[in-house]
């Protein structure tokens, strides 16, 4: 059987997590750039209350996917090239090339790369976000989830399925930090508070 070489899964990882659906889905539904609105982020949040429920699962299931594709194409039997697919999805979601370098949180291509190679993982960020909602604290829920990600996979399911929260994770922690260009305001407060609230400082 066929297989594609390490270097093709990882660049079409990339590629298919740099489809910016959001993006798409909003301007499809009400001809809106999610860069142009709120926070500029291209994220799931912005789409639904930009263009509602509908598009939001629509680009969320597509989102998920892409998320998928790599660690499927690496196959089982080569759990750390699924793991760097999963985490090149990510990076091309969360800084896609089609929207010179913006993108979103990347927490749906996660899941969709969790879902493949430790679902467990997958669980877990969920669960953070509905206990982070159910407190009015999303973001910080996300934060909890996304941090103790590597250690609870190690602890329930081994080093690969780590390896792959890892790979996921990292993206997504840096991108919180960074956002999508420099804080308003000076010094380490603004990072410290876009690391654990996903949000700029009030």
């Known amino acids: 059987m066929l297989r594609m070489a390490p270097v093709a899964v990882v660049l079409v990882a990339f590629l298919a997590g740099s489809v910016p659906c959001s993006n798409l889905a909003a301007r499809w539904a009400r001809g809106v750039d999610l860069r142009t609105v709120g926070s500029g982020t291209v994220s799931g949040t912005a789409l639904y209350r930009v263009a509602g429920f509908p598009a939001l699962a ?13 660690p499927v194409l690496a196959g089982s039997d080569r759990p750390t090239l699924a793991a760097v697919a999963g985490g090149a999805a990510v ?9 010179r370098g913006a993108g979103g949180r990347g927490i749906a291509p996660a899941l969709g790369a969790l879902l493949v190679q430790a679902w467990p993982g997958a669980v877990l960020v969920l669960a953070g976000l509905v206990v982070g909602k159910a407190f009015g604290q999303t973001g910080l829920g996300g934060f909890v989830a996304e941090v103790s990600l590597a250690p609870v996979l190690l602890a329930v399911d081994g080093t690969a399925a780590a390896v792959a929260g890892l790979a996921v994770v990292m993206p997504m922690l840096v991108k919180r930090i960074m956002g999508n260009g420099p804080p308003g305001a000076p010094g380490l407060h603004p990072y ?9 400082p009030a």
């Open 192 to 200: 410290v508070t876009r690391l654990l609230f996903d949000r700029e």
């Open 91 to 99: 990076i091309g979601h969360n800084w896609s090339p089609f929207l």
């Open 58 to 70: 629509l680009a969320g299931i597509v989102d998920v996917a892409k998320g998928a594709l790599g």
